[in-house]
């Protein structure tokens, strides 16, 4: 088995400290001992240097640890678990430069402390694999970590777009079309762009489209519309000008192989949806409608299908803009679909800026609150239609309320399926300030719970379920009072 430099490098760094700190011998201790230089042996704890034998020899010596043990890759107990972790190259995996950390960093924090870190970092994998979490959903984990880190909105991009546009003179006052950005694939990047090109392949009808790299073909599934299409060109378009390499080749995603492949295509995403829905454009519509004393759903439809037909871009549009532009930092985007005559409801998609608001996707088993309009919207939708309704949701074990505005349509890519897009925003003296339909009295104020099971809500008339985990901490609540009684009366 060939094992790489790095890994062994590291394993040596790792022992020697460990060694080193069980003879209670400083940095400083061991260089005075062996006259190797305090900074030569930093490094070589650190895994930056592997050093010559006449110097591992003398360490061993110093050390009175034999020459066999101190190159041995084997590790006591205590390491043992790390040594699992650097040889799976997990780290390598994980996106430690985005959020500032250095793999280094970590490994030290893990040296220094390893049976305690080990044993937590055990704990992680355990939890994972009881609640069986893929590789994709840890990356996008860690992507949405990662927006959230940043209000999700991206300053380089929103430069890029501008520049773009300048670049290939597209009008951002006006709407974009598909044929438009089609003209600039082919012309100036090459692209075959072949339209029904998957319809002969059955199995891929849940496809938007395939890349071809090798050919720089562009596939697209005949069941896409405008809006559609025009976000896939927008997207192809941006892993061009920004120069995205890594990247995925199936639009919706089937799995990802690594992390750059999930954060360039959330970047090229981004970037069509702000070519789609520029900010100066959007920021003017907002301000104008927020100054409403009534909330008007059929106006809201409007300022949708003045960019899109896609109700879900403009809402991930909005996660981008209320935060920088309104400072509307905590809201959740959320994107629910069920199936046609079937009483359960997947919440597919979630996005939560600056605090966890409520709901969130970990009660993947339990039934959602059906106060919620989100849910309301998605038995009220019509053939071919948006529709879009607003409420005051107040969550009575937080005591947080939120403004929620929701667009519910057909699924546009599964049959007989429907789905809704919501955003929170977390009422406060600032949006109450900015957003004067807040005061509409129109607007249906709601109790909500997370999901019926741990809903407080008694006078519930749309609960599908008791509320069985609330009854089940009260009961074992109960059994503790019970038992610190029984160890008064009895003391």
Known sequence: MNIEEEYI???????????RTEKNLSLFGLSKLTNISKSYLNEIEKGKKYPKTDKIALLS????????????????????????????????????????????????????????????????????????????????????SYQEAHNNYFEDIEL??????????????????????????????????INNGLASYTNLTELRCVFI???????????????????????????????????????????????????NNFMASYFAGALIIPKKAIENQLKTFFEQEKWDGDNFNKMIAQFTDSPETYYQRLTN????????????????????????????KELHITQQQPPTANETHERYCRRWVSIDLLNRVGKNEIISDVQISNYPNNELSYLVISSATKDPFKENHNRSISIGLLISPLLTSKINFINDAN???????????????TDCDVRVVEAIELQKIAKNEEIAKTVQQLLKDFS
């Open 321 to 348: 803009i209320l935060p920088k532009v309104f400072h509307f930092k905590n809201l959740f985007f959320l994107r629910f679909t069920n199936k046609n005559g079937e009483n359960r409801y997947k919440l597919s």
């Open 443 to 457: 607007i249906k104020s709601k109790k909500v719970g997370v999901t019926c099971e741990r809903c407080p809500i």
């Open 213 to 263: 790299p090798k050919t720089n073909t562009l596939l697209l599934s005949d069941t896409i519309d405008e809006s559609q299409k025009t976000f896939i060109f927008a997207k192809e378009l941006a892993y061009n000008f920004l120069n995205l390499k890594e990247r995925l080749y199936t639009f919706s995603w089937i799995k990802f192989e690594t992390f750059d492949q999930v954060l």
């Open 160 to 193: 890029s777009v501008e520049k773009f546009a300048k670049a290939y003179q597209i009008n951002l006052e006006e709407k974009i079309k598909s044929s438009d950005l089609e003209e600039i694939l082919v012309e100036e990047f090459d692209y075959k762009i």
């Open 61 to 144: 010596q110093v050390l009175d640890v034999p020459y066999d043990n101190m190159v041995s890759l084997k590790l006591d107990k205590n390491l043992a678990p790390l040594g699992e972790i650097l040889k799976s190259k997990i780290l390598k995996e994980i996106p430690l430069d985005l959020f500032g950390i250095q793999e280094a960093d970590l490994i030290d924090i893990i040296s220094n402390a390893p049976a305690k870190v080990n044993a937590f970092i055990s704990t992680l994998i355990k939890i994972a694999q009881n609640y069986n979490l893929s590789r994709e959903s840890f990356f996008l984990a860690a992507l949405r």
């Open 9 to 19: 490098r590291l394993i040596f760094g790792l022992k020697l400290k460990q060694i």
